[in-house]
Structures are given as structure tokens and as C-alpha cells.
């Protein structure tokens, strides 16, 4: 059966199908427009545990979502693939073991020791380091692999730490390239607890790579100094803190008018980037480092939407932190949130989604 096929006998108004891909969608990865690499990974987490989770959390809450979406109803017909394989078998399984020889390390840190005073831990840090670097160049090659064959690709993580080798990817390929960064933390501090790939540092070694022409962060609501240093430090870093935002409401300025200034601050290529603790924690209450206040789902998606339609261009995204709890409410919103920037992107770059879905109001 030939994809146009499988477009004819699928019906999105029924369950998606749970022993296909992501959303439930039968097309294989060659019949899909756009592939999903999940890197389930968070080794260097020193708070809340779960992200590795998120993948696992996303994919079986996706058979639960309406395909039929407002703004990109036939979405759904160009495919959405999730690369599961050995890679993300062994990425997980490193996860794993590394997170716990990590905890001794953030533990003798928390407790005032200095690492190098200790021959073992400092041997488990280098060797956590390593496997750190080890999974940013096999991510790297893996979405280079999907773009070479002409795939939109995403990225879902995982912690935040997972994107960097994304990042190098779309580096090798784009001269020059901003990212938005929807986030309630800076993601700056500098080999946060000795680690070189903290999920803390990646927009700092993201700033490393001389392609990021401008960081715009959205939603910021939580940071220590030296994050704030190299911010100010570097012209190329915007900050809209929660706190700004919130303030500037409070006196009158919408949320269109919001989008339209950080949207004007991007360059003409764009790269999304979201942790999803960016919301308001009722939206994400087993993320890793929740941080009270927030933006609103919908204001999230419609900051996305007006991206789609400003005339940048979007050349990929990753969507992190989310971790699954008792309930599959997380997983939920991540699945969610994943097929509105799904739509966001395959829109952007001119893949048919449909017009959006008109209803009477009188």
C-alpha cells in the first residue's frame, strides 16, 4: 500500500493506531514529511528526575490526540515519523548509568567538596563528560542522516542538554541562524556542577557555535548572576523575563503586540527551542525545575503561530523537559504541543496542512 493509499483507508477521527508511529499515523519513515529523533536522556539532572521519560510519555499520549487541528487540519497526511532504534535504545541505557554516577558528584558539590580532591569522582566526571560528548555527535550525524534525505526534523528530549548536537547540525548547513527560546531559565551557567553538557549550559555552548547570530529567550523567570553576566556580556542574547512581560501587561501592552517585538528581534532564519517548563506549572507539574509563573499554553502556540506566519524562516525545533507523572497529563500537553510545532513548521516551509477551520459566530 503506497502512501496516498494510506491516506485514503486512514481515518483521523478514530483513535490513531497504537502499534504504529507517533499520533498513530501508519506512513513509514521514507512516506514521512518530518521526523521526530527522541533522545531519552538526563544524566546531569540535580533536581527533579522524569525527563528521559518524556519521549515514552509523549508518544503514548499521541494516540490520544485529535488530528484534526484548528489551524493545520491535514497535517496529519504529510507524516510525522518518530525514529525509534538501537541508537535510542543505548542512548537510554547510557542515561541511565551515567545520571548515577553523577549523583555522588552533585552531592559532594552540594556538601562544599572540590572534585578534584577525590581521584574517583573526578575520573566518573571526566568519563560522564565523554558519554556527554559521545551523544551530542551521534545526534548530530542522527539528524544530518534525516536531513540529507530531505527530512523536516525535530528533536524531543530529554533533558535540555539533548539539542546541542541538533544545533551543530543546522550549523552545518546555515551560515547564520537565530533561536527562540521558550524557557523559565537561561540555560547560561558555565559547565554548571563540573559538567561540561549540563542541561543548565546549553544555551551557553549553544552561544559557542559562531552560526547563532541572536538568542532570543521568552518567558525567563529564574537565573543566578553569572547567567546574567554572560547575557549582558554578549549583544547577540535578548532577554524577555517573565517579570517584564507580566509588567508590561499589567500597563496595558497585549500579547500580539509581545510577539510582534520578539519576533522582530529574530533574523530571517529561526530555530524554535522549548522546555516546556516555560508554562505555567499546572501545565508541566513533574517537570524537572519548575518555577511559578509562566506563559499560557495558548499564548505559547499562538507566539508560534505568528512566527509561522511572519516570514522567517523556521528551520527546525526541539521540544524538552517534559516528564511524565502519575497521570499521563504531561504527556498530554508534550504531545500536544509537539503537533502544533509540527504544523508550525511543516506551514512555515510550505507543506501542505490545510486552511485553518472557520466556525460561525453569529
Not at 521526530?36 to 509523549?58: D, K, Q
Not at 503561530?305 to 511572519?310: A, M, Q, T
Amino acid at each position: 500500500m503506497n502512501k496516498q493509499q494510506k491516506i485514503d483507508s486512514f481515518d483521523p477521527s478514530q483513535p490513531g493506531l497504537a502499534d504504529q508511529s507517533i499520533y498513530g499515523l501508519p506512513f513509514t519513515a521514507d512516506e514521512s514529511d518530518i521526523v521526530i529523533i527522541p533522545v531519552p536522556w538526563e544524566v546531569t539532572v540535580s533536581y527533579g528526575a522524569g525527563a528521559s521519560e518524556g519521549p515514552a510519555a509523549i508518544l503514548e499520549a499521541s494516540f490520544q490526540v485529535d488530528l484534526h487541528h484548528q489551524e493545520f487540519p491535514e497535517l496529519w497526511k504529510l507524516g510525522m515519523y518518530l525514529d525509534l532504534g538501537e541508537h535510542t535504545t543505548r542512548w537510554g541505557t547510557n542515561s541511565v548509568k551515567y545520571k548515577a554516577l553523577a549523583q555522588p558528584i552533585i552531592e559532594a558539590l552540594e556538601g562544599g567538596e572540590t572534585i578534584a580532591n577525590h581521584p574517583a569522582l573526578q575520573k566518573d566526571l571526566d568519563a560522564i563528560n565523554q558519554v556527554c560528548k559521545t551523544l551530542k555527535d551521534e545526534v548530530r550525524e542522527r539528524v544530518l542522516f534525516w536531513m540529507n534525505r530531505g527530512k523536516k526534523v525535530a528533536l524531543l528530549g530529554g533533558d535540555h542538554s539533548t539539542p546541542l548536537g541538533y544545533y551543530e547540525a543546522l550549523a552545518s548547513i546555515h551560515d547564520s541562524f537565530g533561536i527562540l527560546h521558550l524557557d523559565a531559565h537561561m540555560d547560561l551557567r558555565i559547565a554548571y556542577e563540573g559538567f561540561t553538557y549540563s542541561h543548565a549550559s546549553i544555551m551557553y555552548n549553544t552561544l559557542q557555535l559562531p552560526q547563532v547570530s541572536k538568542l532570543v529567550q521568552v518567558g525567563i523567570r529564574d537565573f543566578c548572576k553569572q547567567e546574567v553576566e554572560v547575557a549582558q556580556a554578549d549583544s547577540r542574547v535578548m532577554v524577555y523575563t517573565d517579570m517584564d512581560l507580566k509588567a508590561d501587561t499589567f500597563r496595558g501592552k497585549n500579547w500580539q503586540q509581545h510577539c510582534e517585538e520578539i519576533i522582530a528581534h529574530l533574523p530571517q532564519k529561526v530555530a524554535v527551542s522549548f522546555d516546556i517548563d516555560a508554562l505555567y506549572s499546572w501545565y508541566c507539574p513533574n517537570t524537572g525545575t519548575p518555577v511559578p509563573g509562566g506563559i499560557s499554553f495558548e499564548e505559547a502556540a499562538y507566539l508560534l503561530s505568528r512566527l509561522c506566519e511572519s516570514g522567517k524562516d523556521i528551520i527546525g525545533f526541539d521540544l524538552v523537559e517534559v516528564a511524565p507523572g502519575e497521570d499521563d497529563w504531561d504527556g498530554n500537553v508534550g504531545a500536544r504541543m509537539l503537533y502544533h510545532m509540527c504544523g508550525m513548521l511543516a506551514k512555515n516551509n510550505g507543506l501542505a496542512t490545510g486552511e485553518k477551520i472557520q466556525f460561525r459566530r453569529s
